[in-house]
């Protein structure tokens, strides 16, 4: 399965602020996804990223909040702009195919805490 | 729309004990199925799949086989040990066009103690 590097691992912002999560694959893949976990809860997806189109967000996130960019096939970054305290969580970078029976692989996460 | 209902947790186990975590799933069509794991500070880890009824997928002990009839996709590992200690989901994967997403329940928090 493909590893999956994401930086930075954790960060404490202060609110208002914005920080770019990083997502490196050390292989081509089609579907990159990003999640939020918040505190002792499950995994939202929060928009699927596919290069050479635009992202796609899924209810309640917006391009504006959450801007994404997939340069190429082994990259996207994930970007947390003006952050609240409400936005402390995990965001999960995961890979995976096009096909149902494909299962998702995941970084490590990047853990967010908002002063 | 999709939906994961998972086994309350936390789960309290002792070492060797017999675990079954229960999941059970409202899906459009035939969804894959999925068991990950989550240990503490860390992403989520592929445990086992299952794509289609009567499948069972296995993996360091843990299994699960895909029930159709009860929309069931149960975990069972015969005798747990401390390392087991984790978050587990099942999530689906809808079978349909144009649908990428993993569904997810709650997770069900384990502790196994020794």
């Known amino acids: 399965s493909a590893v999956i590097s994401q930086k930075p691992s954790r960060d404490i912002c202060q609110r208002g602020t914005s920080l770019t999560i990083q997502c490196q694959v050390d292989s081509q893949v089609t579907m990159m996804f990003w999640y939020r976990q918040q505190p002792g809860q499950s995994l939202t997806l929060i928009a699927t990223a596919n290069q050479g189109s635009e992202a796609t967000y899924e209810s309640g996130f917006v391009i504006d909040k959450f801007p994404i960019s997939r340069p190429n096939l082994t990259f996207s970054t994930l970007t947390v702009s003006n952050m609240s305290p409400e936005d402390s969580s995990i965001y999960l970078c995961s890979v995976g195919g096009p096909n149902s029976n494909q299962p998702q692989h995941f970084g490590d996460g990047t853990r967010l805490s908002i002063l | ?114």
Not at chain 2, 34 to 54: C, H
């Open chain 2, 1 to 114: 729309g999709d939906s994961v209902t998972q086994m309350e947790g936390p789960v309290t186990l002792s070492e060797e004990a017999f675990l079954t975590i229960n999941c059970t799933y409202t899906a459009t069509g035939y969804p894959s199925l999925f068991w990950y794991v989550q240990y503490p500070g860390e992403g989520l880890q592929l445990l086992l799949k299952a794509t289609k009824a009567d499948d069972k997928g296995s993996n360091k002990g843990f299994e699960a086989t895909y029930r159709k009839e009860t929309t069931s996709f149960h975990l069972e590992k015969g005798s747990v040990q401390v390392s087991d200690s984790a978050v587990y989901f099942c999530p689906t994967r809808y079978s349909g066009a144009g649908s990428y997403q993993l569904t997810f329940g709650k997770g069900t928090k384990l502790s196994v103690i020794p």
